[in-house]
């Protein structure tokens, strides 16, 4: 069973950047995608931002679209977010996700929770003004 883990969370000011890694204990599989999603108190998760190991698929959530980047590293078994201008809004849970195979998908499909197999325990990103 793959296990993901966060890191990079934690508390910054408004305008701030963060970035966040997620590592895969194992091989996720072939033709893989990643997916970061976050959750506020009350709030349902939603998907941050997602993409494919092989390349040419990626979403963003429009509320962090040209702020934050998603990237991975198949050599490392990681992905990234990257977050830049944080807003006091960004504060949540993130959550990193992961499944296989998806190079058939539309881009849209990364922003979805059921879509994932595997599952972070998260990491806190707080924004303070």
């Known amino acids: 069973q793959v296990q993901l883990v966060e890191s990079g969370g934690g508390s910054v000011q408004a305008g701030g950047s963060l970035r966040l890694s997620c590592v895969a204990s194992?091989?996720?599989?072939?033709?893989?995608?990643w997916g970061w999603f976050r959750q506020a108190p009350g709030k349902e998760r939603e998907g941050v931002a997602g993409t494919y190991a092989g390349g040419n698929k990626t979403y963003y959530a429009d509320s962090v679209k040209g702020r934050f980047t998603v990237s991975q590293d198949s050599a490392k078994n990681t992905a990234y977010l990257e977050m830049t201008s944080v807003q006091i809004e960004d504060t949540a849970m993130y959550y990193c996700a992961a499944t296989s195979p998806c190079g058939s998908w539309l881009s849209s499909r990364l922003r979805y929770v059921h879509e994932y197999t595997y599952w972070g325990q998260g990491t806190q990103v707080t924004v303070s003004s």
């Open positions: 194992e091989y996720i599989g072939p033709k893989h995608c």
